[in-house]
C-alpha cells in the first residue's frame, strides 16, 4: 500500500511540474521576446533585441526584425560571417548550416531591403523589388540597402 501511495504522489508531483512548464511557454508566439541573460558575466542583454548590425562589403546597415520564431533561432547563430550568392540579378543567398523554424507565406511583392528565408535554411537579402509568386518566413528589412552588384559579396551579421 505505501508502494502504491508513494507512486501516486510522485505522478502528482511529475505531472504538475511539467504541468507548469508547458503552461509558462505556451502563448509565446513572438519568441523574440528578448535575449536574456541570468547573471551578469554573460554579454547578452536583458533588452529586446529590434535589429541587428550587418555589414556588407564594408558598407554597414541596420536590419530591423521581425518577432517570430525563426528570428530568434537566427540570432542564435550570430555572430556570422557569409559569402553569399548571386542569384537573378535581384538577390543574394547563402545556405545555413542549420534549419530554422519556417511560418512561409507569400508576400506577392518583394521590397528592395527585405531579408527573408526560403525554405528552412536559405538566406536571402533582396537588393531589388519585384512581384514573387514564392513564399518565404521574412526575418527583417535592411532600408537603404544600395545595388549590391553582380557577383559574391561577403557579409557579416552581427547583434
Known amino acids: ?8 504522489i510522485c505522478c502528482i508531483l511529475l505531472f504538475t511540474g511539467c504541468k507548469n512548464i508547458y503552461n509558462n511557454e505556451s502563448g509565446n508566439n ?12 554573460n554579454n547578452r542583454s536583458d533588452e529586446k ?21 525563426t528570428v530568434e533561432e537566427f540570432l542564435d547563430l550570430l555572430p556570422q560571417e557569409y ?3 548571386e542569384l537573378n540579378g535581384n538577390e543574394k543567398y547563402v545556405y545555413l548550416d542549420k534549419s530554422l ?3 512561409t507565406y507569400n508576400p506577392k511583392h518583394i ?12 538566406l536571402v537579402i533582396f537588393y531589388e523589388s519585384f512581384d514573387t509568386s514564392y ?19 561577403t557579409v557579416k551579421f552581427e547583434k
Open 101 to 103: 523554424t519556417t511560418n
Open 111 to 122: 521590397e528592395k531591403g527585405d531579408v527573408m528565408l526560403f525554405g528552412n535554411n536559405c
Open 83 to 85: 559569402i553569399m550568392s
Open 30 to 41: 513572438n519568441r523574440i521576446k528578448n535575449t536574456t541573460t541570468q547573471n551578469s558575466d
Open 49 to 69: 533585441v529590434s535589429d541587428i548590425k550587418v555589414t556588407i562589403n564594408d558598407v554597414i546597415y541596420t536590419l530591423k526584425l521581425e518577432k517570430n520564431n
Open 1 to 8: 500500500m505505501k508502494k502504491v501511495l508513494l507512486m501516486i
Open 135 to 153: 513564399h518565404y518566413t521574412k526575418i527583417g528589412r535592411i532600408d537603404n540597402i544600395t545595388n549590391l552588384g553582380n557577383g559574391n559579396i
